[in-house]
């Protein structure tokens, strides 16, 4: 069975500094990996996935297979990112339904 | 594109109740599913189809049937409400490209209350 886990389910960091966003999973083949965000009153909506390797709004994702981990890091905050953010895997390549983690509400003080 | 639309956006219930949530997407989109987020829990996926005319259980179904007759909609029936289902309800939408899942579209949400 695969497993998404957010070990942090409030975080809050200042402005301007480094962000980080833990996100483990438990899965014993090949995953697909997915970043969703949702903010006030908008809707869910995907950040970024493993397999495009990009940076969105200056948010990047690592895959470490070792690990098990997929972290979204930022490095330097903005009030605009505060946010509910959800790390969500798909096995098998992406080829199965998503997973999502438990959530991490992210707050950014000014 | 409207994309996916949900409705209603709330709706309070009492117990052994029942109703339907729709769901509708004009994306041309396969796949479609259900999730209820709760909170400490997630998005918990209810029910998925692949195309019209399938469907199937995802990791919390009891309570809950859907059915597709057609791509656009996927409704969601309460068949006798709970107070355990009190919950935001998302319905999404992808394509299947390949079989590989693509990123999914929400909508934006029903907020049940069951009293």
């Known amino acids: 069975a695969q497993r998404v886990t957010q070990p942090e389910k409030l975080l809050s960091v200042f402005k301007g500094a480094p962000v980080e966003l833990k996100c483990n999973y438990s899965?014993?083949?090949?995953?697909?990996l997915f970043w969703y965000v949702q903010y006030s009153r908008q809707r869910l909506q995907l950040l970024l996935r493993?397999?495009s390797r990009e940076s969105i709004k200056g948010f990047t994702a690592d895959l470490n297979k070792g690990e098990t981990s997929f972290h979204l890091k930022k490095p330097f905050a903005q009030e605009e990112d505060s946010a509910m953010y959800y790390c969500?895997?798909?096995?098998?390549?992406?080829?199965?339904?998503?997973?999502f983690g438990t959530g991490t509400r992210l707050t950014i003080i000014p | 594109n409207a994309g996916v639309t949900q409705t209603p956006k709330f709706q309070v219930l009492k117990t052994g109740q029942s109703m339907t949530l729709q769901c509708a997407q004009d994306m041309n989109h396969e796949y479609m599913s259900w999730y209820r987020q709760d909170p400490g829990m997630g998005l918990r996926l209810i029910h998925y189809?692949?195309?019209?005319?399938?469907?199937d259980q995802g990791e919390v179904p009891n309570g809950y049937n859907v059915s597709r007759s057609t791509t656009e909609d996927f409704p969601l029936r309460l068949l006798s409400a709970a107070p355990s289902q009190t919950s935001v309800y998302f319905c999404?939408?992808?394509?299947?490209?390949?079989?590989?899942?693509?990123?999914?579209?929400f909508g934006p949400g029903t907020r049940l209350t069951v009293l």
């Open positions: 999404a939408s992808s394509r299947l490209a390949g079989g590989i899942y693509n990123e999914q579209f």
């Open positions: 493993h397999i």
């Open positions: 899965y014993s083949g090949s995953p697909e």
């Open positions: 969500a895997l798909s096995g098998n390549f992406g080829n199965e339904k998503l997973t």
């Open positions: 189809s692949v195309g019209a005319g399938i469907t």
